[in-house]
């Protein structure tokens, strides 16, 4: 047992000096980040007085310190795309980069004129020492919401408030791509279970099929269906969030309504699990098989496309409401 506690003890003391050793790698590197950022700023500075300012997107900067990022937190981001190649819930991931950087293209005119603002440094160093505190006790949400502070800092420092404004949707479309903290993530996706198992039992009872309720668990003459966390519907939830906001810039450029379609994601994701889980009870009772398998997945996929349609009809009603309302 001495011998034993000996070897934890060592084991933990290699794991923590790992991590420091990390921690110093990836924080001086962001630390030469930093340094770029301030002789852009400083250099912008000295310039401003004797020529006239700016008027084009510094392209060579920004690649060059994006790619700075990108080598500070390739660890982070290896981890996270392994991530989303791993978990259905965020298979999502891929597209919310390309959808970011489309959208941020597409406003690239808008980011005439950069003025070089020093607060950005601030911001950088903020996601520098939150990296740092992340590495150190293993934190991953931590980790991978520095890469998008130490983003938004650098876009600071390069264009100023300005640039951040401009950008501030795409940038904010980033933290969709970062999965939710595990202690947040079991206190959402539990209640999903249990409403959705409720509103089965409702719906199976008033169609005359005969269930009994114990928590997420659906017992039913053929066979009992469990309601796990994968049927609570938050891989729905999250992916659906994500298009509301994507789609609500695409079609419709009121900024209030991206939040309203986002908002509306949450009661519309939660019925239509509910009924997916009420389709594969009514389907159990014709053939126990349909309860998993192809049909399974495949009604996940139906289910998703009739919330979405309903997403885009309660974008038009509000838009019809609007319209009255305005005259």
Request: include cysteine; charge should be positive.
């Amino acid at each position: 047992m001495r011998a034993e506690a000996v070897t934890n003890s060592t084991v933990a003391l290699g794991a923590g000096t790992v991590n420091r050793r990390w921690a110093a790698a990836i924080v001086s590197r962001l630390w030469a980040v930093v340094y770029c950022c301030l002789r852009m700023a400083t250099g912008a500075e000295a310039v401003s007085g004797r020529t006239k300012p700016a008027t084009g997107i510094p392209w060579q900067a920004a690649a060059w310190f994006l790619f700075l990022l990108i080598v500070c937190y390739a660890p982070v981001l290896a981890r996270l795309v392994r991530q989303w190649y791993d978990d259905p819930d965020l298979g999502h991931g891929f597209f919310v980069p390309i959808v970011a950087g489309y959208i941020a293209w597409k406003r690239r005119e808008e980011l005439a004129a950069p003025s070089p603002s020093w607060w950005g440094l601030a911001v950088v160093l903020w996601g520098a020492l939150q990296l740092m505190v992340a590495t150190l006790g293993a934190e991953l949400f931590l980790a991978r919401t520095a890469f998008i502070i130490s983003l938004a800092g650098v876009v600071a420092t390069l264009g100023g408030l300005r640039w951040l404004r401009v950008l501030a949707f795409p940038l904010f479309l980033l933290c969709f791509m970062v999965p939710i903290p595990a202690i947040l993530y079991n206190q959402i996706t539990f209640p999903m279970q249990l409403f959705a198992s409720q509103v089965a039992d409702f719906a199976l009872s008033a169609l005359g099929i005969p269930v009994l309720r114990e928590g997420n668990i659906l017992e039913l003459a053929s066979q009992r269906l469990n309601v796990v966390e994968a049927c609570s519907g938050i891989r729905s939830l999250l992916s659906l969030s994500f298009l509301s906001l994507v789609y609500a810039w695409f079609f419709d450029r009121k900024v209030w309504m991206r939040w309203v379609l986002l908002a509306a994601t949450v009661p519309i994701s939660i019925l239509a699990n509910a009924s997916r889980v009420t389709m594969t009870g009514i389907a159990s009772e014709y053939d126990p098989d349909l309860a998993s398998g192809v049909f399974h997945h495949l009604s996940g996929w139906v289910i998703f496309m009739v919330a979405l349609v309903l997403l885009i009809g309660f974008h038009q009603v509000v838009n019809f409401a609007h319209r009255r309302i305005r005259g």
